[in-house]
């Protein structure tokens, strides 16, 4: 049996909210002005603030000649969340948007989400990651690709190719090894980790960034392996920005399978959804960005999956926004899971009294 919060409102006889509202139009406009905002203050601080920069703050001095590499990281930032939500709720209606629900109608799932992405960009987050996972996250694999170009004299780095043509070659080459990464959190050993992102019970845009800290497998099969190459640091900006605006969609409300785009391409929201299906009568798959991947590793299995699938974990979790509590459990099971512990399922909670 499935806990309520589980089932689709219609079997819990709870009357779906009516999708009348802000009209499409009226949202469109609302983002293009936000984006000219943004965009404008975006120009005008690269204007004003010099590229090279010298603060002294509290008596120490901080001296930085990349100050309009961080301003460009900032504003996408800032442009990227509002502009998927402003895609979604353009596509599905003010009433049924991510935005709505955060503002109006959170879900207990949906606290966590939110949690979990203010302390992200507190980069809280990532110093307990750095704690939990003892550093390995200060690996450079740029050093390596110096290394070996330093004592073989070989550059592993492609040559040199216009933007144009980089942008899809290293989109592919992340997307493969994203792929096989996911597929290394899918295993039983990582899987504590990653389930935290699984836990979810509702989808909305920012159920992207519901990631467990101290995740650490992309680090070796992403980010390693694409600096090792040699992967140019503007084009993977780039590539990442792409990267997480797809992420954030694809967690999105939007209904969509996308065709042959979302069957070859890009994974589209409906695929997504499959793959964090609850009912795991039959094994996970749609692991890759790009389906191409799934398909020919053998992980593609549906091609117009339902969009209505009840999503979760069958490990209980105490959804809200006091995290603390999941994050430790999850972490004790990743490495009780190495020394053959009981590390997943509805009786597997330490904290549950008995």
Do not use: C
């Amino acid at each position: 049996m499935k806990p309520a919060a589980l089932h689709p409102a219609a079997e819990i006889g709870v009357e779906p909210t009516p999708s009348n509202g802000l009209g499409r139009a009226a949202l469109i406009a609302g983002f293009v002005l936000y984006a000219a905002a943004a965009g404008a203050a975006w120009w005008l601080s690269l204007q004003l603030i010099p590229a090279e920069l010298t603060l002294t703050f509290l008596g120490k001095t901080l001296h930085t000649d990349s100050a309009h590499a961080h301003l460009n990281n900032i504003f996408l930032v800032f442009l990227l969340l509002p502009t998927a939500l402003g895609v979604e709720a353009a596509v599905v209606g003010w009433r049924e948007s991510s935005l709505h629900q955060l503002l109006f109608a959170r879900t207990a799932s949906l606290n966590t989400d939110l949690a979990v992405f203010i302390l992200g960009q507190g980069h809280v987050l990532d110093l307990v990651g750095r704690i939990l996972m003892l550093g390995v996250s200060m690996i450079s694999g740029a050093w390596i690709h110096d290394a070996i170009a330093a004592s073989t004299g070989v550059n592993l780095g492609p040559p040199p190719l216009p933007l144009a043509l980089q942008l899809p070659l290293y989109f592919a080459i992340y997307t493969f090894f994203d792929y096989w990464t996911h597929r290394t959190d899918h295993t039983r050993f990582f899987w504590p980790l990653h389930r935290y992102h699984h836990s979810a019970e509702d989808f909305g845009v920012v159920t992207s960034v519901r990631q467990h800290p101290a995740t650490f497998t992309a680090i070796f099969l992403v980010n390693l392996p694409l600096a090792i190459l040699g992967a140019p640091g503007e084009v993977m900006i780039y590539v990442n920005v792409l990267v997480v605006g797809i992420g954030l969609i694809i967690h999105g409300k939007i209904d969509a399978n996308w065709g042959w785009v979302g069957r070859w391409l890009i994974q589209s929201p409906n695929h997504h959804r499959a793959h964090h299906k609850l009912d795991m009568t039959h094994p996970t798959g749609h692991f890759g960005i790009m389906p191409i991947w799934d398909r020919l590793f053998g992980t593609w299995y549906e091609d117009k999956p339902d969009p209505k699938l009840v999503i979760g974990v069958d490990t209980p979790y105490q959804h809200g926004f006091f995290i603390p509590r999941d994050m430790l459990r999850d972490y004790a099971h990743f490495w009780m899971g190495w020394f053959g512990g009981r590390s997943d399922g509805p009786e597997s909670d330490l904290f549950k009294k008995r």
